[in-house]
């Protein structure tokens, strides 16, 4: 008898009483270009505007060169404590700078805070140098990663962000570099939150931070600021504010092409307020728990737990945790082998029947294959059932 793969519904869940459905909450007038609000711990859009729009991200770049300087130090091809030479080319970038010189050799730690505090381009491409060989090698490995993390409406022409021909991105775009950034690299994120920074024997002048919901809301730790004439003023900011739950809550507000430093501050202050006052955190599953027990074939254990790596966690309107609706499908048969982390199955939730979020479903542990007597039994049920 032939078999194939299907799927099994494998479960339904109301969190509550039917009510009636309620509109989705419009965001507060936000003066920029383009806005994006995201709820990172959900990984849920929370509001948009002009989202796919290509804009400048001035030094808004700089995000995707701190990706790719974390993960060479986490594949040790850099150290933290490495002194890079200062090149006369990094010595000569216009616009922010931390003001370095050819006679110095800087750590690239130090010159990962000039570039994050500073915001500068001298720092930004000594970094470029030395993870690439050279700016142009580390400006392909720029658009290189753009399209595995799915920026796909980006181009990168330089890894400081000043304006040059096919050099853009959109927010949303950006958004999913900026969630990736500090889910991928969570130590790393603590220096986005450093207020002040100079090298020592570099001048004082432009030594603060410019992101400036870091001196005005304490749970605002990051991201980073950008400006240029073309692109106006540019903020990513992230805050982290607790749950109903006591657990952690990260939203990130995306503002675009404000019209001064203040109002780009003010704009993402607003939409960060609203989202965390208009929106519930709702943890469903935690993470590594199953989220249901599947039947396995052939293999030493008979079931094997599927639930994801993280929290399961959705944002909704405040108020409508109730109308949540969840449902669990996985593949069927299962067939041992299976390793844990194998994507089996996935889990969809829904708010008045419109798709909330869709997450994948994973073994949490692996099963091997049963004996021969073990397989060969199995087999013989599968061609009855």
């Avoid at 109301?14 to 270009?33: D, F, R, T």
């Avoid at 970094?127 to 990168?156: H, W």
């Avoid at 100079?198 to 992101?211: E, H, K, L, M, S």
Wanted: charged share 25%; aromatic share 6%.
């Amino acid at each position: 008898m032939r078999r194939w793969l299907g799927w099994v519904l494998v479960g339904v869940l109301a969190w509550g009483q039917g009510v009636q459905a309620q509109p989705m909450p419009q965001p507060p007038g936000i003066e920029a270009k383009a806005f994006l609000l995201m709820d990172v711990t959900a990984n849920q859009v929370l509001a948009e505007f002009n989202a796919d729009q290509p804009v400048e991200p001035a030094s808004l770049t700089k995000l995707m060169t701190a990706y790719l300087v974390f993960d060479a130090l986490k594949l040790k091809k850099i150290r933290l404590d490495q002194k890079v030479p200062v090149s006369v080319r990094a010595w000569k970038m216009p616009g922010s700078r931390m003001f370095i010189d050819p006679k110095m050799e800087v750590p690239v730690e130090d010159l990962i805070k000039g570039m994050i505090v500073q915001s500068g381009n001298d720092a930004t491409v000594l970094l470029a140098e030395a993870v690439g060989g050279s700016v142009e090698r580390f400006v392909e490995l720029m658009n290189q990663q753009a399209k595995v993390l799915g920026m796909n409406q980006t181009g990168y022409r330089n890894p400081e962000g000043l304006t040059a021909p096919g050099h853009q991105t959109t927010a949303r775009d950006l958004a999913t570099l900026a969630t990736r950034l500090v889910r991928d690299f969570p130590e790393e994120k603590a220096y986005y939150a450093i207020k002040k920074y100079r090298y020592p024997g570099t001048p004082a002048a432009n030594d603060t931070n410019r992101n400036l919901l870091l001196f005005k809301d304490p749970t605002v730790d990051g991201l980073k600021t950008g400006h240029t004439e073309a692109a106006g003023y540019c903020l990513i900011a992230t805050a982290h504010r607790p749950m109903a739950s006591g657990q952690e809550r990260r939203l990130m507000a995306v503002v675009l092409g404000a019209r001064s430093e203040l109002a780009r501050a003010q704009e993402a202050q607003k939409l960060l307020n609203w989202g965390y006052a208009t929106f519930e955190g709702v943890r469903i599953f935690e993470a590594k728990k199953p989220v249901v027990s599947a039947k396995v074939w052939k293999g030493k254990a008979d079931q094997v737990g599927l639930g994801s790596d993280r929290d399961i966690v959705v944002a909704v309107p405040q108020g409508q945790a109730s109308q949540i609706k969840t449902e669990a499908a996985h593949r069927s048969p299962l067939m041992a082998p299976l390793n844990a982390g194998d994507v089996l199955g996935e889990f969809k939730v829904t708010l008045d029947g419109k798709p909330l979020r869709t997450v994948p479903l994973t073994a949490l542990e692996g099963v091997d294959s049963a004996g021969l007597l073990g397989r060969a039994w199995d087999a013989l049920r599968l061609w009855i059932r």
